[in-house]
């Protein structure tokens, strides 16, 4: 469950595509143009008002997306989407009894894997979604100062809440069941992961992977982050990649996984323990890790 690799999506935050999305936005009075509240729906129509669920004006979040201006919102009405949404400029995706499904979707880059919300930009809220089906991750955060809430995420390859290169981010009142790779993921692949705050959700039978993950892969670190109040229930059940409730490990020399606060949580029915340290390669930094009332 720490073999993830997440190289092809983080190609696209040094230029391509994420700076075509922001060429949509160059010019005051293009900015000016670009609506502050977009709807979406499958029974869009281009040519409807666009105030409303009833008068969406959109089908695809995408569109929608590229659509609104920079800190508005993209509310995702009620129906199912078929497409790996990537927020690339700040802004607010809400979902009003949305569900995104990934299956068969390629991502950000061809054969990077489909993530069912890709958030790249800083200052993302991503609230009150259904994602699903992803050959990757539910949500993938690498944008700074992300708000991830009350979302569902469900039967996706990989896990459902992934935090990975991001700071002063929060996933709170999320669900994730039945992903294969775990239910949340707090890691340093994309860079370092830190200063992050996941809070009142709930990992249930997530049968591949371990319910909470704070994992080193390079030396780039995951610190400062806290875990608290969480549930994790009946995950890493399958005996070919059993895993526990809450595991803070590295693979890799030096990787670094400290300074994190795992507070408050419940685990039952997990694989392997509750809560897991696991370290046993040359320089790796575990230090100052509070593992309390649980």
Same mark, same amino acid.
């Given at each position: 469950?720490?073999?993830?690799?997440?190289?092809?999506?983080?190609?696209?935050?040094?230029?391509?595509?994420?700076?075509?999305?922001?060429?949509?936005? %160059?010019?005051?009075?293009?900015?000016?143009?670009?609506?502050?509240?977009?709807?979406?729906?499958?029974?869009?129509?281009?040519?409807?008002?666009?105030?409303?669920?009833?008068?969406?004006?959109? %089908?695809?979040?995408?569109?929608?997306?590229?659509?609104?201006?920079p800190g508005g919102t993209v509310?995702?009405? $009620?129906?199912?989407? $078929?497409?790996?949404?990537?927020?690339?400029?700040?802004? %607010?995706?809400?979902?009003?009894?949305?569900?995104?499904?990934?299956?068969?979707?390629?991502?950000?880059?061809? #054969?990077?894997?489909?993530?069912?919300?890709?958030?790249?930009?800083?200052?993302?809220?991503?609230?009150?979604?259904?994602v699903e089906n992803g050959s990757?991750?539910?949500?993938?955060?690498?944008?700074?100062?992300? $708000?991830?809430?009350?979302?569902?995420?469900?039967?996706?390859?990989?896990?459902?809440?992934?935090?990975?290169?991001?700071?002063?981010?929060?996933?709170?009142?999320?669900?994730?069941?039945?992903?294969?790779?775990?239910?949340?993921?707090?890691?340093?692949?994309?860079?370092?992961?830190?200063?992050?705050?996941?809070?009142?959700?709930?990992?249930?039978?997530?049968?591949?992977?371990?319910?909470?993950?704070?994992?080193?892969?390079?030396?780039?670190?995951?610190?400062?982050?806290?875990?608290?109040?969480?549930?994790?229930?009946?995950?890493?059940?399958?005996?070919?990649?059993? #895993?526990?409730?809450?595991?803070?490990?590295?693979?890799?020399?030096?990787?670094?996984?400290?300074?994190?606060?795992?507070?408050?949580?419940?685990?039952? #029915?997990?694989?392997?323990?509750?809560?897991?340290?696991?370290?046993?390669?040359?320089?790796?930094?575990?230090?100052?890790?509070?593992i309390t009332g649980n």
């Amino acid at each position: 469950s720490m073999g993830k690799t997440i190289k092809g999506t983080l190609a696209l935050s040094t230029g391509g595509t994420l700076l075509a999305f922001g060429a949509l936005g %160059t010019g005051a009075a293009q900015a000016a143009a670009m609506p502050a509240t977009v709807y979406v729906s499958p029974a869009g129509s281009a040519h409807a008002a666009g105030t409303s669920c009833a008068t969406a004006s959109f %089908t695809s979040i995408n569109a929608a997306i590229a659509a609104v201006t920079p800190g508005g919102t993209v509310v995702a009405c $009620r129906g199912t989407y $078929r497409e790996d949404a990537d927020a690339s400029k700040p802004l %607010t995706l809400r979902g009003e009894n949305a569900v995104i499904n990934a299956a068969g979707q390629p991502g950000v880059v061809p #054969g990077a894997g489909g993530n069912a919300v890709t958030v790249l930009a800083p200052q993302v809220t991503v609230e009150g979604l259904k994602v699903e089906n992803g050959s990757g991750d539910g949500i993938l955060v690498v944008g700074d100062h992300a $708000r991830v809430t009350g979302n569902t995420a469900v039967h996706n390859g990989s896990t459902g809440i992934d935090l990975n290169g991001t700071q002063g981010s929060v996933a709170a009142g999320n669900t994730a069941d039945y992903n294969q790779g775990g239910g949340f993921y707090i890691a340093d692949d994309a860079g370092p992961t830190a200063h992050n705050t996941v809070t009142g959700n709930v990992a249930y039978d997530n049968p591949g992977g371990c319910g909470f993950i704070l994992a080193s892969h390079s030396a780039a670190g995951v610190y400062d982050n806290t875990v608290s109040d969480n549930h994790a229930i009946d995950n890493g059940t399958d005996p070919q990649s059993p #895993g526990s409730g809450i595991i803070l490990a590295s693979d890799v020399a030096n990787g670094a996984v400290y300074d994190n606060t795992v507070e408050g949580n419940v685990t039952s #029915g997990n694989g392997l323990s509750g809560i897991t340290l696991h370290a046993h390669l040359p320089g790796q930094h575990m230090n100052g890790n509070v593992i309390t009332g649980n």
